[in-house]
């Protein structure tokens, strides 16, 4: 059984900084992709970014590709989500994800565990 849990979020201002953390326990956890994914009030649950967990490479969405830098720490199971420059408009819950196989996809039925999500709420 893996467990995921998000920390970090909270209430910046427009073009401030959070850093993310997502960490994971449980003696099964070796993902092969970690995602991390938003959803705000309304809206459908869209997909931020993944990173590869054995080579750490990278894939961003658009929205955020310019702004935000996902890492990865495997000695403490823990990846990361950095956050800069943010807009009211990534206000949102974040989750984090990890998925058993490589993922190529931003579809956030490809990963298998989910955590409870952080409250990110950017303000004008």
Excluded: H
């Excluded at 059984?1 to 956890?29: H, I, K, P, W």
């Excluded at 929205?63 to 206000?91: C, G, H, W």
């Amino acid at each position: 059984q893996v467990r995921l849990v998000e920390s970090g979020g909270g209430l910046v201002q427009a073009g401030g900084s959070l850093d993310l953390s997502c960490a994971a326990s449980g003696r099964t956890f070796s993902p092969e992709t970690m995602g991390w994914f938003r959803q705000a009030p309304g809206k459908e649950r869209e997909f931020v970014g993944r990173i590869r967990w054995t080579s750490g490479s990278t894939v961003l969405a658009d929205s955020v590709k310019d702004r935000f830098a996902i890492n990865r720490d495997t000695a403490k199971k823990t990846v990361y989500l950095q956050m800069n420059s943010l807009k009211p408009e990534d206000t949102a819950v974040y989750f984090c994800a990890a998925a058993d196989r490589l993922v190529l996809s931003t579809d956030e039925y490809a990963y298998n565990s989910w955590g409870q999500g952080t409250q990110v709420t950017v303000s004008s």
